[in-house]
């Protein structure tokens, strides 16, 4: 069972940076994404960076690119995925989640919530101005 936990979430003044990080356990097999969401109130899911987990290729989506980071480290037990928040904007105010998924798809794919089973409880973001 693919077990996901995210923490560093917290409260940042626009401009800022936050680092938020999700402790995945469960891995059986390799082959897999690694990706964060982000949901504000009201709105739907949105794929904001999808990483594959031997690859480490990332997926941005148009909305982060250049200010987000993702990265993996991979141990023996435990992987854990990073998100490198810069520059942060009121518009990335949001719960972040972190989700896995085995299945064979591109980056694109990847950055859409319904290719996922496994999810995260979330960690929330707030961004003032």
């Known amino acids: 069972e693919v077990q996901l936990v995210e923490s560093g979430g917290g409260s940042v003044q626009a401009g800022g940076s936050l680092n938020i990080s999700c402790s995945v356990s469960?891995?059986?097999?390799?082959?897999?994404?690694l990706t964060w969401f982000r949901q504000s109130p009201g709105l739907g899911r949105e794929g904001v960076v999808s990483?594959?987990?031997?690859?480490?290729?990332?997926?941005?989506a148009d909305s982060v690119r250049g200010r987000f980071t993702a990265s993996v480290d991979r141990g023996v037990t435990l992987t854990t995925l990073y998100l490198q928040m810069n520059n942060l904007k009121p518009e990335d105010t949001a719960t972040y989640y972190c989700?896995?998924?085995?299945?064979?798809?591109?980056?694109?794919?990847?950055?859409?919530?319904?290719?996922?089973?496994?999810w995260g409880q979330g960690t929330q973001v707030a961004v003032s101005s």
């Open positions: 989700a896995a998924s085995i299945r064979g798809m591109d980056g694109t794919q990847a950055l859409k919530s319904q290719n996922y089973d496994d």
């Open positions: 990483t594959h987990i031997i690859t480490r290729r990332s997926t941005y």
């Open positions: 469960g891995l059986a097999r390799t082959g897999y994404w």
